[in-house]
């Protein structure tokens, strides 16, 4: 069955540092990809998503992600962290054009002023 | 970018009645949506997938006739929890495609159950 897993359950970082958060997962296939956010007390939204193309992709807010085929990754990174950015951040994986997306578990990011 | 609401957002309702929770799409039509559950400190669990004008697709271990989906138009599924027990506590959210693949979700429906 496919999957998808989130290594870091909880990061906190100071303001002005980098964020690398790590997304892997299990599927031979085809495969979209999706980060989402959910700021506390809002809905998810969507940060980005690699359909082709390009694997290195750019999301709003200053957010990008690399998809590597060869390790089925597909890490989001941004260079320098706001306050405002502390939420939780979702990596999914949508199979086969299938519209049915498969959630990591999640990873809760605190950023401290 | 497309707007999907569900009502109501809480709902506080005592063991052993039903309850329903309704996801709309706002300002485009969904042939496909789909229901989720998100348990505290938890990822969001596919439940069943929504098609307008059939049967649910319900993922394993999801019991149908305790989780009824009715989607009865293009923009509207419902999710009917029956018989809620305590352990049906959670937070269950829906979302509907516009197309291109991407997926749009509802701000999420709160259960407790008494």
């Known amino acids: 069955a496919q999957s998808v897993s989130q290594h870091n359950h909880h990061v906190i970082l100071s303001e002005a540092a980098s964020l690398e958060l790590g997304c892997n997962y299990s599927?031979?296939?085809?495969?979209?990809l999706f980060w989402y956010v959910q700021y506390p007390g809002q809905h998810l939204q969507l940060l980005l998503k690699y359909f082709s193309g390009d694997p290195l992709v750019k999301g709003i807010k200053g957010f990008e992600a690399e998809f590597i085929k060869s390790k089925f990754s597909f890490n989001l990174r941004k260079p320098s962290v706001q306050w405002s950015d502390t939420a939780e951040y979702f990596c999914?994986?949508?199979?086969?054009?299938?519209?049915?997306?498969?959630f990591g578990s999640g990873t809760r990011l605190l950023v401290r002023p | 970018g497309a707007v999907v609401s569900q009502h109501p957002s809480w709902v506080i309702c005592k063991s052993g009645t039903s309850v329903k929770i309704e996801c709309r799409s706002l300002d485009f039509q969904a042939t496909t949506m789909f229901w989720y559950r998100q348990f505290p400190k938890q990822s969001l669990m596919l439940m069943a997938t929504s098609n307008e004008g059939s049967k649910a697709t319900y993922e394993q271990g999801v019991e149908k006739d305790k989780f009824l989906i009715n989607h009865a138009s293009l923009t509207l599924s419902t999710l009917t929890v029956t018989s809620a027990h305590p352990e049906d506590s959670s937070f269950y959210i829906c979302?509907?495609?516009?197309?291109?693949?991407?997926?749009?979700f509802g701000e999420g429906s709160r259960l407790t159950v008494l």
């Open positions: 599927y031979g296939g085809t495969v979209n």
């Open positions: 979302s509907a495609s516009q197309g291109a693949g991407e997926l749009f």
């Open positions: 999914a994986v949508m199979v086969d054009s299938s519209y049915k997306l498969i």
